[in-house]
């Protein structure tokens, strides 16, 4: 419906534009009849007025016009909108930083697991080796105890090889006294 009133108003404009470029040219004064002395001299034309040249052949609604909108409603609304942008582009910004921020806690938590896993490990061995160092130490001897059976150890072989001195020189002994024995008698030992 609105469409169709638009086109009619644009219609009437072409026609009376198109009227006033129509218009008959003034006629030459060769042609109109001689004025009497005196007067002024009339020009007649053949052209319409230029009030009837305006009325169309349909009939035309006038046309509402629109007032813009005020300034203050535009201020406001324009605040509003550029508002909700803003806020819409910020709230943007800060979920895409907070996601990016949540996967590098992420990631670093991982990494602090992994991290924790290896130190709980090494812990675990050092435990372990602290254990056996224990155990070892109440079996090992120590310097002192070292030193005391080491002496004691020299005292046993000073005293073997005394006793072992001893029993040669015995042995000797008795080596010398059947020699001896063996001489007197003339008889040899077969052995």
């Known amino acids: 419906m609105f469409a169709a009133r638009r086109h009619?108003?644009?219609q009437a404009r072409r026609l009376a534009t198109s009227s006033i470029r129509r218009a008959d040219p003034v006629v030459p004064a060769?042609?109109?009849p001689?004025?009497?002395a005196g007067t002024r001299p009339e020009v007649?034309?053949?052209a319409a007025p230029r009030a009837s040249m305006m009325e169309s052949a349909f009939p035309v609604e006038a046309v509402k016009v629109r007032r813009p909108v005020g300034g203050f409603r535009g201020g406001i609304f324009g605040f509003l909108l550029g508002f909700s942008i803003a806020s819409g582009y910020a709230s943007y910004q800060l979920l895409e930083e907070y996601k990016n921020a949540s996967a590098l806690l992420q990631?670093?938590?991982e990494e602090l697991q992994s991290s924790t896993a290896k130190v709980s490990q090494h812990i675990r061995r050092i435990e372990e080796v602290e254990r056996d160092l224990k155990a070892l130490s109440s079996t090992s001897a120590s310097k002192?105890?070292?030193a005391r059976i080491r002496e004691e150890a020299k005292k046993i072989y000073?005293?073997?090889r005394i006793e072992f001195l001893d029993l040669r020189t015995h042995v000797w002994g008795m080596q010398q006294d059947l020699h001896a024995l063996a001489k007197k008698e003339n008889t040899s030992v077969r052995i």
């Open 8 to 10: 009619a108003q644009i």
């Open 158 to 160: 000073d005293g073997l």
């Open 30 to 32: 060769a042609t109109q």
């Open 44 to 46: 007649v034309t053949t």
């Open 144 to 146: 002192d105890e070292l």
């Open 34 to 36: 001689a004025a009497p």
């Open 107 to 109: 990631a670093s938590v």
